[in-house]
């Protein structure tokens, strides 16, 4: 029997054919095919659009589909050949081409912070690049065969353990201004592009900018570091205006003045908040920033250890560092309250 999964895939698969036999006839021809509805059909068209697989022209009845022709491009490098600039120039901007001045200062930045991440902390011999292209957005990975980027942040930052590094790169720069590299590359481009993951040795960081989301899974080890990144043509953000965000209103700065801490990776497997130990580890290194957001999105609640300390003693502690939670839940905010810790709706961030 037919399961509904391979059954959506062979009526996707279809419409593809059909829409590069004869575009005009796509609906009616599917619907007639498969003996379902044409909303049905529509519904299948819409997910091979979002894809970026299939492209529409025309309104009402003129609309046509048309098939869009997807590529791939894979580049190698080695590491001391590795000329950041120049593969931009070179090569990605050549891919990019006839996308928006905008959609492309995004590629470039996100794509010049990966290769010379590579450069300055990997250890790496060789990277790779590789894109796919077609339709309305564009899918890239930055691969490199060194240490592994959470391998390494656990080293420098001397962690227990090393799911401990995704919460501290979610954090944003693991160095200052002082020390010659603000660091914050990483985060920056976590918060342009819709999705954004890091895979190295066992641990999956995944970044959904539209959904707000942020996760981390163990999966099958892997040598060195894979980075992903997806963007749609038409997307609302700009490099601007995420600089600014995070960099105080000046996109310029180099330093950032506002993080972003998902307090959700906090947690270690299935444990609660509810510790003054959990705590620690969410705030460590975050009063160099001027304003931290905490986002409490997935948390269903915080125990009063947890709470003492990241809203009363932190606070106490570092009086001129902002802390802004956001996406709480009647449970925690009710834990914030107990000890007193309010905050002004007019303080509250915009959509991150």
Same mark, same amino acid.
């Given at each position: 029997?037919?399961?509904? +999964?391979?059954?959506? &895939? =062979?009526?996707?698969?279809?419409?593809?054919?059909?829409?590069?036999?004869?575009?005009?006839?796509?609906?009616?021809?599917?619907?007639?095919?498969?003996?379902?509805?044409?909303?049905?059909?529509?519904?299948?068209? +819409?997910?091979?659009?979002?894809?970026?697989?299939?492209?529409?022209?025309?309104?009402?009845?003129? +609309?046509?589909?048309?098939?869009?022709?997807?590529?791939?491009?894979?580049?190698?490098?080695?590491?001391?050949?590795?000329?950041? =600039?120049?593969?931009?120039?070179?090569?990605?901007?050549?891919?990019?081409?006839?996308?928006?001045?905008?959609?492309?200062?995004?590629?470039?930045?996100? %794509?010049? =912070?990966?290769?010379?991440? $590579?450069?300055?902390?990997?250890?790496?011999?060789?990277?790779?690049?590789?894109?796919?292209?077609?339709?309305?957005?564009?899918?890239?990975?930055?691969?490199?065969?060194?240490?592994? %980027?959470?391998?390494?942040?656990?080293?420098?930052?001397?962690?227990?353990?090393?799911?401990?590094? $995704?919460?501290?790169?979610?954090?944003?720069?693991?160095?200052?201004?002082?020390?010659?590299?603000?660091?914050?590359?990483?985060?920056?481009?976590?918060?342009?592009?819709?999705?954004?993951?890091?895979?190295?040795? &066992?641990?999956?960081?995944?970044?959904?900018?539209?959904?707000?989301?942020? #996760?981390?899974?163990?999966?099958?080890?892997?040598?060195? *570091?894979?980075?992903?990144?997806?963007?749609?043509?038409? *997307?609302?953000?700009?490099?601007? *205006?995420?600089?600014?965000?995070?960099?105080?209103?000046?996109?310029? +700065?180099?330093?950032?003045?506002?993080?972003?801490?998902?307090? &959700?990776?906090?947690?270690?497997?299935? =444990?609660?908040?509810?510790?003054?130990?959990?705590?620690?580890?969410?705030?460590?290194? $975050?009063?160099?920033?001027?304003?931290?957001?905490?986002?409490?999105?997935?948390?269903?609640?915080? #125990?009063?250890?947890?709470?003492?300390?990241?809203?009363?003693?932190?606070?106490?502690?570092?009086?001129?560092?902002?802390?802004?939670?956001?996406?709480?839940?009647?449970?925690?905010?009710?834990?914030?309250?107990?000890?007193?810790? *309010?905050?002004?709706?007019?303080?509250?961030?915009?959509?991150?």
């Amino acid at each position: 029997m037919t399961s509904n +999964r391979s059954r959506g &895939e =062979e009526v996707r698969r279809f419409i593809l054919e059909q829409a590069a036999r004869d575009p005009s006839r796509l609906a009616r021809a599917t619907a007639q095919h498969f003996g379902i509805s044409r909303q049905a059909v529509a519904k299948h068209i +819409r997910s091979l659009m979002e894809s970026g697989l299939l492209a529409a022209s025309g309104r009402t009845r003129l +609309r046509r589909h048309a098939r869009q022709e997807i590529r791939d491009e894979i580049l190698t490098f080695a590491v001391t050949d590795l000329d950041p =600039e120049a593969v931009w120039r070179d090569h990605v901007r050549v891919w990019l081409a006839g996308r928006s001045e905008p959609v492309q200062e995004i590629w470039r930045f996100g %794509l010049l =912070e990966m290769l010379n991440n $590579v450069l300055l902390h990997a250890q790496a011999s060789h990277v790779w690049i590789a894109a796919t292209l077609g339709g309305s957005r564009v899918r890239l990975i930055v691969g490199d065969d060194g240490q592994g %980027l959470f391998e390494k942040i656990q080293s420098r930052l001397g962690l227990t353990y090393r799911l401990q590094a $995704v919460l501290e790169l979610a954090k944003g720069p693991l160095t200052s201004p002082r020390e010659g590299r603000p660091g914050a590359g990483i985060f920056l481009t976590s918060r342009l592009f819709d999705l954004f993951t890091i895979r190295s040795r &066992e641990l999956f960081y995944a970044r959904n900018q539209d959904l707000d989301w942020d #996760g981390v899974s163990e999966e099958e080890p892997v040598a060195g *570091t894979f980075v992903w990144m997806e963007l749609a043509d038409d *997307t609302p953000r700009t490099l601007a *205006t995420v600089l600014a965000r995070y960099r105080g209103g000046d996109a310029a +700065r180099r330093d950032l003045v506002t993080t972003v801490i998902p307090v &959700e990776l906090a947690r270690f497997g299935a =444990e609660l908040l509810t510790t003054r130990e959990q705590a620690e580890r969410l705030m460590a290194r $975050v009063e160099r920033f001027r304003t931290v957001v905490l986002n409490f999105k997935g948390v269903k609640s915080i #125990g009063p250890g947890f709470a003492e300390h990241v809203f009363r003693t932190f606070p106490r502690l570092h009086p001129d560092v902002e802390l802004l939670p956001v996406n709480c839940n009647e449970a925690v905010t009710a834990s914030m309250r107990k000890i007193g810790f *309010t905050v002004a709706p007019d303080r509250l961030p915009p959509p991150l």
